[in-house]
């Protein structure tokens, strides 16, 4: 059972557009989000994260949305430059109520920006 | 800060034997963990360790695995009489703990089992 559900595998922007990427989840016991990406051949890399007390999280050109009553988030990339293309992972975790740092990752979505 | 690394990058090993990983998280970093993945999914928890102390395994984690930190710096997982379902990548990655959550993961390590 997939607590963490990205359901869109890939997603094609233009360059210089907004990119959104979009993911739900089904255990009300997290309370603490990730995103990560990665490229092939490597493992992911951190890019921002946002616990249940905001709604927002912003850093440059990323910016993280959470809607705790809808129990979805949102990562928005602007403007969506090239080497944005990877896959990125939608990640969750019960940090704070349960004090459990482990990761439950989404499956994905393949991100292609267009020139 | 030389980042998580791991070892082997990539191992090819019979269905069968027994395989050992390295992970060398980055320095100070108290938590180290071990995740997998395969072909289409996110990675999959199997285990972490808060320095020497391994606090949670997985499910996921059968009898074949085992996984030390002996001084809470490095750690290895083995997997004993390898299958050809542990063919995966196996990623580590560890963070500062005490506040600091994000996790730093290495490069992986892919296994096929033939």
């Given at each position: 059972?997939?607590?963490?559900?990205?359901?869109?595998?890939?997603?094609s922007?233009?360059?210089?557009?907004?990119s959104?990427?979009?993911?739900?989840?089904?255990?009300?016991?997290?309370?603490?989000?990730?995103?990560?990406?990665?490229?092939?051949?490597e493992?992911?890399?951190?890019?921002?994260?946002?616990?249940?007390?905001?709604?927002?999280?912003?850093?440059?050109?990323?910016?993280?949305?959470?809607?705790?009553?809808?129990?979805?988030?949102?990562l928005?990339i602007?403007?969506?430059?090239?080497?944005?293309?990877?896959?990125?992972?939608?990640?969750?975790?019960?940090?704070?109520?349960?004090?459990?740092?482990?990761?439950?990752?989404?499956?994905?979505?393949?991100?292609?920006?267009?020139? | 800060?030389?980042?998580?690394?791991?070892?082997?990058?990539?191992?090819?090993?019979?269905?069968?034997?027994?395989?050992?990983?390295?992970?060398?998280?980055?320095?100070?970093?108290?938590?180290?963990?071990?995740?997998?993945?395969?072909?289409?999914?996110?990675?999959?928890?199997?285990?972490?360790?808060?320095?020497?102390?391994?606090?949670?395994?997985?499910?996921?984690?059968?009898?074949?695995f085992?996984?030390?930190?002996?001084?809470?710096?490095?750690?290895?997982?083995?997997?004993?009489?390898?299958?050809?379902?542990?063919?995966?990548?196996?990623?580590?990655?560890?963070?500062?703990?005490?506040?600091?959550?994000?996790q730093?993961?290495?490069?992986?390590?892919?296994?096929?089992?033939?």
């Amino acid at each position: 059972d997939q607590q963490v559900k990205q359901n869109s595998p890939s997603l094609s922007v233009q360059e210089g557009r907004i990119s959104i990427l979009n993911c739900d989840y089904t255990n009300s016991m997290f309370d603490y989000f990730l995103w990560y990406k990665k490229y092939p051949a490597e493992g992911p890399t951190f890019l921002i994260s946002i616990s249940s007390i905001k709604d927002k999280n912003e850093d440059g050109r990323f910016t993280v949305f959470l809607n705790k009553s809808a129990k979805h988030l949102s990562l928005h990339i602007v403007p969506s430059q090239p080497g944005d293309s990877a896959v990125y992972f939608c990640a969750a975790s019960a940090l704070f109520r349960n004090r459990d740092d482990k990761i439950i990752f989404g499956k994905g979505t393949r991100l292609h920006i267009l020139p | 800060d030389t980042g998580v690394s791991q070892d082997p990058r990539h191992k090819i090993t019979k269905r069968g034997q027994n395989v050992t990983f390295r992970c060398d998280p980055i320095s100070e970093h108290n938590r180290l963990y071990w995740y997998r993945q395969t072909l289409g999914q996110g990675p999959e928890f199997l285990t972490y360790f808060q320095n020497e102390a391994q606090l949670e395994k997985s499910r996921l984690l059968s009898d074949r695995f085992s996984a030390e930190r002996p001084k809470g710096s490095f750690s290895t997982l083995e997997i004993q009489r390898t299958e050809q379902g542990d063919s995966a990548m196996y990623l580590c990655a560890s963070s500062l703990g005490g506040g600091s959550y994000e996790q730093y993961f290495g490069p992986g390590t892919r296994l096929t089992v033939t």
